[in-house]
């Protein structure tokens, strides 16, 4: 890894190295928390955890060739380098910021409410079609995730994709200060983790912090459907470029066709250039993907053919919209993650399918002191739609529930406490021919339901 020998990372970190004089200046291969992954030449992180300490392994990771450990205690038994430092997460943090400077490379940072994955693997799709991209991979976008990430990048890399997930004041300058983002893109400002946010003033002041490490020459690409982000005129002195399909300035899409779990045709207009594109994962919200990734694209110098190019290959994830054919059946894998303005776009996908349409929804968390009222504000929107049959699960699922029913007896809308509990009656109400929608906050751990029916 360029520059990052055993002298560099410890004096990056504030850590103090024990060991031999000859191997302050090796470079370490690579950086890893993960004691099964050291190897020849590794460097592995000590990380203290609730259930597992990493320092138990430090003995395993020597064994397996580890060049060096980062820890916050001595080693019981010493066998080989290590650097001693106050916090090993801090240290892994400001080992990435450095190691970050030492690379000549572009960075995409993308932070939003929601979307943030899905757009982050539209634009690495787009930006793949004329450069080397490394992305975030997973759900690696916090204060330990983008570290690692940051790890995964090598000389030869031409373009950084990093998603950017924070729920307090303060953390995206850290993490922006890791990733000195060249662009930075802005999904949306929704109301997600307002138990520590307060409400969407607070979430656009805490994302904002995104452009608190942008380069002096930098870009920024936000959302001008977006209320919130519409506002923002100039940031360090840079003009944001906007997308939208409602805003008439900017990155814009036309002829939106809805083709079903095909996907979704529209036309993406740049000033007087436009192009036809069908992008292969349903729901208008992939629409405003394309146009962000589209926006990117541009900023680094892509052509339209290019973009076009990158949108279509696009590929789905498990766990966020991955459509699955099983057993006659189609089931919407969108488990991940949940939250109002994501619940309500999955739910006008679902309605959109032809057949008949079934929604297993669980608790949305971190929504503060007005979860209630936001699970009452989905029922509303879900009451509307064309669904006839609701399984609701959890505590504050209830209330989406009850609200359900009392705006559409006509509708049938079970409920369960317990995964166990609807899958109980869940398999037993699906026919073939039908699309499951399955979709909560993860901390529910809904990926049971989608394994079970995929049996």
């Known amino acids: 890894m360029k520059n990052l020998t055993l002298e560099n990372i410890a004096a990056s970190c504030g850590g103090v190295y024990v060991g031999n004089d000859a191997e302050r200046t090796r470079e370490v291969a690579d950086i890893v928390t993960d004691s099964r992954k050291a190897g020849?030449?590794?460097?592995?992180?000590?990380?203290?955890?609730?259930?597992?300490?990493?320092?138990?392994?430090?003995?395993?990771?020597?064994?397996?060739?580890?060049?060096?450990?980062l820890c916050e205690k001595a080693p019981e038994t010493v066998q080989g380098?290590?650097?001693?430092?106050?916090?090993?997460?801090?240290?892994?943090?400001?080992?990435?910021?450095?190691?970050?400077?030492?690379?000549?490379?572009?960075?995409?940072?993308?932070t939003g409410s929601v979307g943030k994955t899905s757009t982050k693997e539209m634009i690495a799709s787009v930006l793949s079609e004329k450069y080397r991209v490394l992305k975030t991979p997973g759900n690696f976008n916090n204060e330990l995730g983008l570290p690692l990430t940051v790890f995964g990048l090598r000389e030869e890399d031409e373009v950084a994709v990093l998603e950017m997930g924070i729920n307090h004041f303060g953390e995206m300058h850290r993490l922006s200060k890791i990733a000195r983002p060249d662009v930075c893109v802005i999904t949306n400002i929704g109301t997600c983790h307002l138990e520590f946010l307060g409400d969407r003033d607070g979430v656009l002041r805490a994302k904002s912090e995104i452009f608190d490490f942008i380069a002096p020459d930098g870009q920024i690409v936000l959302n001008g459907d977006d209320d919130k982000l519409s506002t923002l005129k100039e940031v360090r002195g840079i003009t944001p470029q906007f997308f939208g399909i409602e805003s008439a300035r900017g990155i814009r899409a036309t002829d939106i066709e809805n083709v079903g779990l095909k996907g979704v045709k529209c036309r993406i207009h740049d000033g007087t250039e436009s192009f036809a594109v069908t992008i292969p994962i349903p729901g208008y919200h992939m629409v405003q993907n394309a146009l962000a990734a589209t926006a990117v694209g541009r900023a680094l110098g892509m052509t339209l053919e290019e973009i076009r190019r990158g949108i279509e290959k696009l590929e789905?994830?498990?766990?966020?919209?991955?459509?699955?054919?099983?057993?006659?059946?189609?089931?919407?894998?969108?488990?991940?993650?949940?939250n109002p303005m994501s619940m309500k776009a999955s739910l006008s996908v679902l309605a959109d399918t032809s057949g008949r349409k079934?929604?297993?929804?669980?608790?949305?968390?971190?929504?503060?002191?007005?979860?209630?009222?936001?699970?009452?504000?989905?029922?509303r929107f879900?009451?509307?739609l064309d669904i006839?049959?609701?399984?609701?699960?959890?505590?504050?699922?209830?209330?989406?529930?009850?609200?359900?029913?009392?705006?559409?007896?006509?509708?049938?809308?079970?409920?369960?406490?317990?995964?166990?509990?609807v899958l109980?009656?869940?398999?037993?109400?699906?026919?073939?021919?039908?699309?499951?929608?399955?979709?909560?906050?993860?901390?529910?751990?809904?990926?049971?339901?989608?394994?079970?029916?995929?049996?």
Do not use: W
Not at 52 to 57: K, P, Y
Not at 316 to 338: K, P
Not at 426 to 449: N, Q
């Open 40 to 69: 020849k030449g590794s460097l592995f992180a000590a990380i203290p955890g609730e259930r597992v300490d990493g320092h138990r392994f430090i003995p395993q990771v020597y064994a397996q060739g580890a060049l060096c450990v």
């Open 382 to 384: 879900a009451a509307e």
């Open 424 to 455: 109980d009656v869940l398999p037993g109400s699906i026919r073939k021919g039908d699309t499951v929608l399955v979709k909560a906050s993860h901390a529910m751990h809904f990926e049971k339901i989608v394994e079970a029916l995929s049996k």
């Open 81 to 110: 380098p290590y650097i001693r430092v106050e916090s090993t997460l801090k240290a892994l943090m400001a080992i990435a910021e450095f190691y970050r400077q030492q690379l000549h490379i572009k960075v995409v940072g993308i």
């Open 358 to 379: 079934l929604a297993v929804l669980g608790d949305m968390g971190e929504l503060g002191e007005n979860e209630r009222q936001l699970h009452e504000e989905v029922g």
């Open 388 to 421: 006839p049959v609701f399984f609701c699960v959890g505590t504050l699922c209830r209330h989406m529930a009850e609200t359900i029913r009392g705006l559409d007896p006509g509708k049938q809308v079970i409920t369960a406490d317990t995964v166990e509990e």
């Open 316 to 338: 789905a994830l498990g766990g966020r919209f991955h459509i699955l054919e099983e057993n006659g059946i189609t089931i919407v894998d969108d488990c991940y993650n949940a």
